[in-house]
């Protein structure tokens, strides 16, 4: 189904710069399926010309990043919760 | 995560098509094994490519490798391979991606089955464990399509011992005096070569999109449970 | 301080020098983005249709119609925000004034929708008078059942992302609705000549 795509880890660039949290072993819930599971294993498309990072269930885009020269933004619409892994210190 | 100057200190010619670079990167902050880094190439009026290499290096080397296969018309891979030369420039960013990582804390056995060029990040892995002499088995399965386009060839035979153990297998000619396997990495290949399912091995896949789907499929089929499957798509034919 | 890889080239170009749009490099050959997986279509169930205000479905073409329609060549020039334009590419299509030649219509926005999710808005003044087209073939080349069509609406004048691939219809309305890439920091509008190609440019 997702043949252009690679898998979420190839965004960790991206994500990497909007994110503080190591996003590609974060969890992500689709707000459209429900679907839970790893943003390093969405199929992502990094260069669509921004990033898109799609469920891996239902395929509806979860996570849209544009950046600009100065800004980026990030629509989460799609992803119901995000949830973070932190250090337990 | 911002851009960090690296500079070439070494060239090394791996195949007719592949080199891997060893570069001095300013404030590197370390890695760990199975992840990569975004390089940015800018041209004299400004132009930039942007690239994503796995990094070769086990964590802690001194100096960050990448290795890199020429692919025809590509934009990046035939600089990086024909006129970067020690003493050049580029820009990386990382290291990135915490999902396709071996970080060796565990002994569960490791299945690392790599396509072509697929084999850099698991070359990390296998360098890594070699360097904590690492108790968890640990099996390599290779496939290229022919010898000559084999990676890391002779460090490769160097490294199999009684916890790490390398198949290669080519999927077009077989030479004369060619002792391993021949054909598709397959379920049946898989069955042989990766652990049961019971004994809840850690597999990374990584290579050209159509081989990883296709192993992390048939590793599923076999009944290993898809958490445990991590995979590394390089793109449908898997570079530039 | 931007560091140069000496002796890096990148994929041909040359600098615009006038022939396009500022910030843009020259290419003889534009690379694919794509936001979606290739949809598997099946063409005798594609169609495209156009709807107007009102929501009442005032057009449709199945494949085989939509061939019969008056197909022209145009050559045009493309320009992708991420920088790369390329002269002269060669489309065979139908002119979006075809399509609406029926139509009777005060609105004042097109949404073209596409396969899947994909939806990109347009002004109606921008795309009637012979500004825009659907596009049936690039280069010459008819598109393979197996990939579906390769019906695009093509509006040359803006930045290709409002281009959308797959096009399946187009809706009429009375108001602007931004959507999947306008809605996150892309330009409404996308004049490459003014540089739209991010909010507030």
Request: aromatic share 8%.
């Amino acid at each position: 189904m997702h043949d252009a795509a690679l898998d979420g880890n190839a965004a960790s660039g991206i994500l990497g710069e909007m994110f503080v949290a190591e996003m590609t072993v974060a969890t992500t819930t689709c707000a459209t399926c429900g679907a839970v599971a790893l943003v390093g294993r969405l199929p992502a498309y990094p260069r669509a010309p921004g990033a898109v990072l799609r469920c891996g269930a239902g395929g509806a885009a979860q996570i849209r990043i544009v950046r600009g020269p100065a800004r980026a933004w990030v629509d989460l619409r799609g992803v119901q919760v995000l949830e973070v892994g932190l250090d337990s210190s | 995560m911002r851009w960090l100057v690296a500079t070439v200190a070494e060239t090394i010619p791996e195949t007719r098509v592949a080199v891997s670079l060893r570069l001095d990167v300013l404030d590197w902050p370390g890695h760990r094994a199975g992840q990569h880094v975004d390089v940015k190439l800018t041209a004299e009026d400004g132009y930039s490519a942007q690239r994503s290499y796995s990094v070769a290096s086990r964590p802690g080397a001194e100096q960050v490798e990448l290795t890199v296969v020429r692919i025809d018309n590509g934009e990046v891979s035939p600089y990086l391979t024909t006129v970067i030369e020690a003493g050049d420039q580029l820009e990386l960013r990382g290291p990135i991606g915490g999902y396709f990582v071996w970080e060796g804390d565990d002994t569960r056995p490791v299945v690392l089955v790599g396509g072509g060029s697929g084999v850099v990040p698991l070359m990390a892995m296998l360098r890594h464990h070699a360097g904590l002499d690492h108790p968890a088995p640990m099996r390599l399965i290779y496939s290229v399509r022919t010898r000559s386009d084999i990676l890391y060839r002779d460090e490769l035979d160097r490294l199999v011992n009684q916890h790490r153990s390398v198949t290669m297998t080519l999927t077009r000619e077989a030479p004369v005096g060619w002792s391993g396997h021949v054909g598709r990495v397959d379920r049946d290949v898989l069955s042989q070569l990766a652990w049961p399912p019971s004994e809840k091995p850690r597999s990374y896949v990584c290579g050209p999109t159509p081989f990883v789907e296709a192993v992390a499929d048939a590793l599923v089929a076999l009944g290993h449970d898809p958490a445990d499957v991590r995979t590394e798509r390089f793109g449908p034919t898997g570079g530039g | 301080m931007v560091m140069v890889s000496r002796g890096f080239q990148g994929r041909w170009r040359q600098p615009g020098a006038g022939l396009i749009p500022p910030g843009q490099y020259l290419v003889d050959e534009f690379p694919v983005l794509t936001a979606r997986p290739t949809p598997s279509i099946d063409l005798e169930d594609w169609d495209v249709t156009v709807t107007d205000e009102t929501g009442a479905r005032v057009a449709r073409w199945t494949w085989h119609e939509f061939r019969a329609l008056a197909v022209e060549e145009s050559a045009v020039e493309i320009d992708c925000v991420t920088k790369w334009s390329e002269l002269e590419t060669r489309w065979t299509g139908v002119s979006v004034d075809t399509l609406l030649e029926e139509v009777d219509t005060d609105a004042g926005y097109v949404i073209a929708f596409a396969e899947r999710d994909y939806t990109t808005n347009l002004p109606l003044a921008d795309v009637v008078e012979g500004q825009a087209w659907v596009a049936l073939g690039y280069d010459g080349a008819e598109p393979e059942a197996e990939h579906g069509a390769a019906a695009r609406p093509l509006v040359p004048h803006l930045y290709f992302w409002k281009s959308a691939q797959w096009l399946r219809g187009l809706r009429l309305s009375h108001e602007d609705e931004p959507d999947f890439w306008e809605s996150v920091g892309y330009q409404n509008y996308g004049d490459p000549w003014r540089e739209q190609r991010y909010w507030g440019d």
